[in-house]
């Protein structure tokens, strides 16, 4: 059972509880209703500070990066969307990727170890849509293009080495990206109405310019599946999403989070949070309920097991899913109702906590207006 799982992934089989019967859940939607959250560790968000951050006591906020705007000597891009964290030294940079059509590609900014932003510049340029994506164990971003027969690019966070795409990764509009260092997969969200999740097996460990691509299935047994190759990831016959009748459909596959045996995946189109558990090849819904959480999109977790999901409109809020089966705010952006939260990732050091507000306060759809946030306090680790 995905239960043990999330036990040792730091407790997180609480959030089981979320959908009842979990494989009823998955079998059938599961009533959906108001999620009544009993508390969490860090109390509710307090009044908007600035930027229209409203924060737990004892957590601080600010702006590091405005879209058009210079940051440590290179305009910001537009669209900020999905991020991650990499050290550097005795710093660490953050990447977040530009959903901006045909222009798209992906910037980061470098900070030193008191938080000051040392520089920052571009990875990735002239790609088209780049929405989410993915870490990967040696330290590289991998962007992904959301248009159809979209590609996955590896960039060097640093800024070094020029970006790779990996066209044996998929041609589809893709989403996010979870490295499984165990099973040395690396898990990948469609964002298509009838869209599927996917894994790509490398033919070698931290080299993906070669390997198969496999949808997951259904299996007998409840919540069991298994995992089929897609025979052409080219996508030139048809699309990959429908090259394997028997595929497991998802409405709107989005964020994507690796953690102690557990891909947590999230499906805008009906709500849902998802847990796949690798080691038993079952699948699960962890979250299914219209409130608090709604939007869900981008995620993210800490080594204690909580998941910070992040809302594509909503209230535009990060919503925390502890390990004490609780599902509530953490924090929220006010006076942004036209945008959505994108991009959480951690520091290295599990301090800071990085994200976007997509097209800012004026909501304009080119995202000109797009705002990158830090928040410090005491996280737990």
């Avoid at 600010?62 to 969307?81: I, L, N």
């Avoid at 080594?303 to 209230?315: N, Q």
Wanted: charged fraction near 20%.
């Amino acid at each position: 059972m995905l239960r043990r799982t999330f036990v040792r992934a730091g407790g997180l089989a609480a959030a089981t509880a979320f959908a009842g019967s979990l494989w009823r859940g998955v079998a059938r939607p599961a009533a959906r209703g108001p999620f009544a959250a009993r508390g969490g560790p860090y109390g509710a968000p307090g009044p908007p500070g600035p930027g229209g951050l409203a924060l737990p006591a004892g957590f601080t906020g600010r702006v590091v990066a405005r879209s058009g705007r210079r940051v440590g000597g290179a305009p910001w891009h537009p669209a900020p969307d999905g991020g991650a964290c990499f050290s550097d030294g005795d710093g660490w940079i953050y990447v977040s990727n530009s959903e901006v059509p045909l222009l798209g590609g992906a910037g980061a900014i470098r900070f030193g170890p008191d938080a000051v932003v040392r520089g920052a510049y571009r990875i990735l340029s002239g790609t088209d849509r780049n929405c989410a994506g993915g870490a990967t164990p040696w330290n590289t971003w991998l962007s992904c293009e959301e248009v159809t027969r979209g590609r996955v690019f590896e960039c060097d966070p640093y800024g070094v080495r020029p970006a790779t795409p990996r066209p044996a990764m998929g041609r589809f509009r893709h989403e996010a990206a979870a490295c499984d260092p165990v099973r040395r997969v690396v898990y990948l969200t469609e964002d298509e109405p009838d869209g599927c999740f996917y894994r790509f097996v490398p033919d070698h460990w931290g080299d993906l310019a070669a390997g198969r691509l496999e949808v997951l299935c259904p299996a007998p047994g409840a919540g069991a599946v298994t995992w089929r190759r897609v025979p052409d990831p080219s996508a030139r016959p048809g699309a990959t999403r429908h090259q394997v009748g028997a595929a497991r459909r998802f409405d709107g596959g989005e964020g994507c989070h690796y953690a102690g045996g557990v891909c947590f995946f999230t499906t805008k189109g009906d709500n849902r949070v998802w847990g796949y558990d690798a080691e038993r090849a079952r699948l699960e819904v962890v979250y299914d309920a219209a409130a608090p959480l709604n939007g869900v999109d981008n995620l993210t977790g800490t080594p204690s097991g909580d998941l910070y999901v992040a809302e594509d409109g909503g209230d535009m809020e990060i919503n925390l899913i502890t390990p004490g089966r609780t599902v509530l705010p953490f924090l929220r952006v006010d006076g942004h109702p036209r945008s959505e939260i994108t991009g959480p990732a951690f520091s290295p050091d599990g301090r800071r906590l990085y994200f976007s507000s997509q097209r800012g306060a004026r909501g304009d759809a080119g995202g000109t207006d797009g705002v990158t946030y830090e928040v410090t306090g005491p996280f737990r680790s």
